[in-house]
């Protein structure tokens, strides 16, 4: 079973420019969520999505980040424009829909090391 | 809100020793608890979860127990072997969705 695909595996850009990550989840995976991971710390949730759907976005900074899953599969993350404090690694992660109070195993990309400069 | 504590790293034993990886949570309601491990240029993989009260997890040598009483799931493995170098997550979702909340993380290095 192939696992959750991201690309590009690095980028480099400098201050003020975009950028956009691709996801590619598990096939039949409802589920997608997108982590941002600053070195020294744990993964923090920027979105989750359900089928296309947003679950939560909370903590997105939606003034310069957005994302969006239009058919329910793939899924991009923008950054415009980038800040140097955006550099970080960009987990995508996607699972089953669990079911009722039963978590569900989320499975990882191995994400995008974005460095701005 | 849900924050997860763990020890910091890195963490540097030789290959057979004992480890231990301490969490210790806050979370609302019931959470589920889980250990994720981060090997060199690789993504973040599950190594073992529990889901309620005095359930153990297990996988690859490793255990955790979830202990409501003391709100910690430490990890621990009876002998390490070099290969489990990696970088160690400790994580929990609570209220029914699978959003993840993460500890910063444990480096653990195994030196021969």
């Known amino acids: 079973e192939a696992g959750v695909a991201q690309s590009p595996r690095y980028k480099i850009i400098e201050k003020r420019q975009s950028v956009a990550f691709w996801c590619n989840p598990i096939?039949?995976?409802?589920?997608l969520y997108w982590y941002q991971q600053i070195l020294g710390q744990g993964p923090k949730l920027l979105i989750q999505?359900?089928?296309?759907?947003?679950?939560?976005d909370s903590q997105l900074p939606k003034d310069r980040f957005s994302a969006e899953r239009l058919k329910g599969v793939d899924s991009t993350l923008k950054i415009q424009p980038a800040k140097l404090e955006d550099s970080a690694v960009y987990l995508c992660?996607?699972?089953?829909?669990?079911?009722?109070?039963?978590?569900?195993?989320?499975?990882f990309g191995q994400g995008t090391r974005l460095t701005v400069v | 809100g849900n924050s997860v504590t763990q020890m910091e790293g890195p963490v540097t034993l030789s290959e057979e020793a004992f480890l231990t990886i301490n969490c210790t949570y806050t979370?609302?309601?019931?959470?589920?608890l889980f250990w994720y491990v981060q090997y060199p240029g690789e993504g973040l993989q599950l190594l073992l979860k529990?889901?309620?009260?005095?359930d153990k997890g297990s996988n690859k040598g490793f255990e955790a127990t979830y202990r409501k009483e003391t709100t910690s799931f430490h990890l621990e493995k009876g002998s390490v072997q070099v290969s489990d170098s990696a970088v160690y997550f400790c994580?929990?979702?609570?209220?029914?969705?699978?959003?993840?909340?993460f500890g910063t993380g444990t480096q653990l290095k195994v030196e021969l």
């Open positions: 992660a996607s699972s089953l829909v669990g079911t009722g109070f039963v978590s569900t195993e989320a499975f």
């Open positions: 096939s039949g995976h409802a589920t």
């Open positions: 999505f359900q089928n296309n759907g947003v679950v939560d």
């Open positions: 979370a609302t309601g019931y959470p589920s």
């Open positions: 529990a889901t309620k009260a005095d």
């Open positions: 994580a929990l979702t609570s209220g029914g969705g699978n959003k993840l909340t």
